[in-house]
């Protein structure tokens, strides 16, 4: 990272926190940046992300994984078995197993038999969902509050911890003050939607939280920093090449995709044992596709995928905690839309001008007209954002050379 | 020397065939092995439940049935197996009936036609809605080169809430009291009539012509041609002048058509009407397991979704005999997972075994004299 970067990093993440503050205070929609928000925000980027880290560790290693969705459902009934049995800890662990077993069918079906890696991932995704189904049919039926779709609810949780000083966490038994709750309630321009971001970021957070986004440094460093990392990487770019320097192309591929596994299985547990207390069918609502998705737009790197995965954690909060907020966000996107459209002119792109300059004029239409927008239309809001961040952010996309090529050792290529 | 030639192809290809259809029918006893073993672990009787599974099937009733079941999968089959044909893999295709279902039945009840032209007018309403959902995946490949596996994914969900917003504000039919969730029924003239009463309906037929039709177009017409040269090798296709985004807007817009007639046997000759609930679904996802089973040959589709269409009708009696019903789904999985890994590996040692019998052709030719 250049120290220009850096700056133009900063600046853009001011102005982006200038422009929802700006919208917050005309719209009187406080519900944007509020910590309540956030942390529901928070809460549904978990999965996203882990999701999204999943396809990474599948991908580098040379394998689509199609079947995240499929390894998520394990997750989520594994999980939600363990917590019951013994407790969320155990659940956690449960679901990582869960997610290994998808991920050790799908390296077996692709790796070992080389069959086409999407048809294999398909097929575990439906294989999960009624194999799930069935052993609840088996397990859960008859159990107080369970049934063939859910699971009886868990008697722990997973303790939460506020921190100390900033938002309100205990300190050896005496309370700390609550600052960036105290700086949210001021609702100050820029500052009071610091302190709601901030709170939401720190108040009631969940172990499950940390663990999660512990996972993006150490996979960069692992795939990036180690040996274990390169090898497992270049098996994905050039598994010729990294076959001919003695690197065992198919235990990596299967590592790559037990981890894959293991993580899609943890996004899965977050889900029956963090979100909610009990496993329930259809859970995970295609949230293994959007990880997949946010992967790709996140360049298959992953401070990228962090990036998408709060995108779309955000896009989903606003739209559960704070429905009224939607049209307040079309004049978001349409201040975005001016600012786009000045870069556009200074950088003198015709096409960018033009789609900046519709997209302002639809955004603010559906500000002055729309009121509500219906329940059943926001609902497939993240889908409509993964599908215009791909068709916009498409271009300068590099996916591992050779994922999705069967690979067999010892074979001219 | 040619008829020697042609006749060792023939040979050739029969031996192919035969091949594959071995290794299909070991690969199906082996998933239903490992079901077996699956439900003996989890405290299930195999033998019961497969005895229960066979002695129901082979009942006429249980066959109309199967017919039955069967065509949806057939349609919905197709319409993946055109994409397949082309390397485009089509998840959408569960949003693309939904959709065309959705329209196709409000659009049904608009009109009145004479009985064969209105049948025929809402068939084409739902072939072109189904078009029109898919071809958004198209234009998104084709311009910004987005990956068709993600683009009908996203495209599945949206067409959802889309399907559940225009239905609840435009199309429900209210006229009940808002006791009925559905849209207006559509008028005798626009159903298509039963083969065996409230048994199997006329769309089994149209089903069957599909798959032909799907045989002459892809197997046997200059663009199919087109279309399976695209597939296999795309820079051999475009070196030989095919337009590769003309061919990737066709492909998806003929699947998206065939998917549109994926709910008409409910909507036209079932419940004659949309609703969220009374209209199937995940048939999309079953046409891709029933495509791969069937190898993308029309015939094999057939086939499989009768033999998936069996195993569906099956599902009630093992559920009054205590075997929960989902195991059916579960054989269904497995079956697809290991018919496919078999044909890989058997296809893979059929091509080692016939480059091994031509270099021995070859030598003993001592072509270098």
Known sequence: MTQSKNLRLLILIFGALAIISSVRLWTAQDALTSSGTIGTALRLTVPILLAGMAGLWAERCGVLNIGIEGMMIFGTWAGAWGAWQFGPWVGLLFAILGGMFGGLVHAVATVRFNIDQVISGVVINLFAFFGVRYLSELVYVGKKGGGISQSPPQKWALPRFNLPILSGGDIAGWKSPDFLGWLELQRWFILGDLGGIGRGLTHSISWATVIAVVVVPVSTWVLWRTRFGLRLRSSGESPVAAESLGVNVIRLRYYGLLISGGLAGLAGGTLSIVASSYYRQGQTAGRGFIGLATMIFGNWRPSGIMTGAMLFGYAEGVKLVASDSITASFLFIAAISVMFFIYAIIRRKRMQVLIALVAFCLSAIAYRTVDTVPESLTQSLPYVVTLIVLATANQRLRPPAMAGVPFRPGEPH | ?369
């Open chain 2, 1 to 369: 020397m040619t008829q020697q030639l042609a006749s060792q192809r023939n040979f050739d290809s029969m031996r192919k065939s035969l091949n594959t259809l071995g290794s299909s029918v070991g690969a199906i006893i082996l998933a239903l092995v490992i079901c077996g073993v699956l439900l003996l672990v989890t405290g299930k009787d195999p033998f019961a439940a497969y005895g229960k599974i066979l002695e129901t099937g082979l009942t006429g009733e249980k066959l109309l049935e199967m017919l039955k079941r069967a065509t949806p999968l057939i349609f919905s089959a197709i319409a993946v197996a055109i994409g397949f044909k082309m390397n485009l893999f089509n998840i959408g295709v569960e949003g693309q009936y939904l959709f065309a279902a959705l329209i196709a039945a409000e659009a049904g009840t608009h009109v009145s036609l004479p009985a064969p032209v209105h049948v025929l007018f809402i068939l084409v309403v739902a072939m072109v809605s189904g078009a029109a959902w898919a071809s958004i995946a198209a234009i998104l490949k084709i311009t910004r080169g987005i990956n068709e596996v993600i683009s009908t994914i996203m495209l599945n969900y949206i067409a959802l809430s889309f399907i559940q917003w225009i239905f609840e504000t435009f199309f429900r039919d209210d006229s009940d009291g808002g006791l009925n969730v559905k849209t207006t029924e559509i008028a005798p003239s626009g159903r298509m009539p039963d083969l065996v009463d409230d048994r199997l309906n006329g769309m089994f037929i149209v089903a069957l012509f599909a798959a032909f039709l799907y045989w002459v177009v892809v197997f046997r017409s200059r663009f199919g041609f087109q279309l399976r040269a695209s597939g296999l090798n795309p820079i051999a296709a475009r070196t030989a002048g095919i337009p590769a985004k003309q061919m990737i807007l066709f492909a998806l817009v003929l699947s998206g058509a065939v998917a549109g007639l994926v709910a008409m046997p409910s909507v036209i000759g079932d419940v004659y009407a949309y609703g969220p609930s009374s209209t199937p679904t995940q048939f999309g996802f079953a046409g891709i397991t029933v495509a791969l089973l069937g190898r993308n040959h029309p015939l094999g589709i057939i086939v499989a979704a009768m033999l998936f269409g069996f195993l569906d009708s099956t599902s009630a009696v093992l559920q009054l005999s205590e075997i929960p019903s989902s195991i059916v789904k579960v054989i269904q999985a497995i079956i697809v997972l290991v018919v496919v890994i078999v044909n890989e590996s058997s296809s893979r040692r059929y091509n080692r075994k016939t480059a091994e019998r031509a270099a021995m052709a070859l030598k003993s030719l001592d072509v270098t004299q």
